[in-house]
C-alpha cells in the first residue's frame, strides 16, 4: 500500500491534535514542528473539517480541534478525506484475456485491500496516540 504525501500530513496533523484533544491548534504549529508547507497543510486540514474530523475557528484564539472524540477517528475516514476513497488504481480482472493468471490475481489483490480497508478501521487515534 502507497500512501500520498498529503495523507502522510493528515494523518501527522490529526495525531498531533489527538494528543492535545481538548485544545485549539494553529495549523502553523504543526506546519513548523514537522516542516510541512504551511499552505498544503492548510489545504488538507480544511478536507479535514469538510470531513467532519476536524472544525476550525477562526480568530487570535482559533486554529482546528478535533470534531468528534479521538476514540472515534480512525486512519481510515482520515485517508479517505483526504484522497477520496480506498480502492485499487488498477483492475487486474480486467486483462483477464491477455494474461491467464489475471483473474485469481485479481483475487489476490481484493482480499489484500478488504484486509487493509479492516486494519484501517479498527486503527483508532486513541490508540495510536497512548501508545507513544
Known amino acids: 500500500m502507497i500512501l500520498s504525501r498529503s495523507i502522510g500530513y493528515g494523518l501527522i496533523a490529526v495525531a498531533y491534535m489527538a494528543k ?3 485544545a485549539w491548534t494553529q495549523g502553523e504549529i504543526i506546519s513548523k514542528e514537522y516542516d510541512i508547507p504551511i499552505e498544503y497543510l492548510l489545504k488538507i486540514m480544511n478536507q479535514l473539517v469538510r470531513a467532519g474530523i476536524l472544525r476550525s475557528k477562526r480568530g487570535p484564539s482559533g486554529g482546528y480541534s478535533l470534531a468528534k472524540p479521538v476514540k ?3 486512519m481510515l475516514e482520515v485517508i479517505e ?3 477520496g476513497p480506498f480502492h ?3 483492475d487486474l480482472a480486467s486483462q ?3 494474461c491467464r493468471f489475471s483473474a485469481r490475481m ?3 489483490c481484493s482480499k489484500a485491500s478488504e484486509q487493509a480497508i479492516a486494519i484501517l478501521k479498527k486503527a ?3 490508540d495510536l496516540v497512548s501508545k507513544g
Do not use: C, E, L
Request: no cysteine; hydrophobic share 35%; proline share 0%.
Open 20 to 22: 492535545r484533544s481538548d
Open 72 to 74: 472515534d477517528i480512525n
Open 81 to 83: 478525506a483526504v484522497d
Open 88 to 90: 485499487r488504481s488498477f
Open 96 to 98: 483477464a484475456k491477455k
Open 106 to 108: 485479481d483475487q489476490v
Open 124 to 126: 483508532k487515534f486513541s
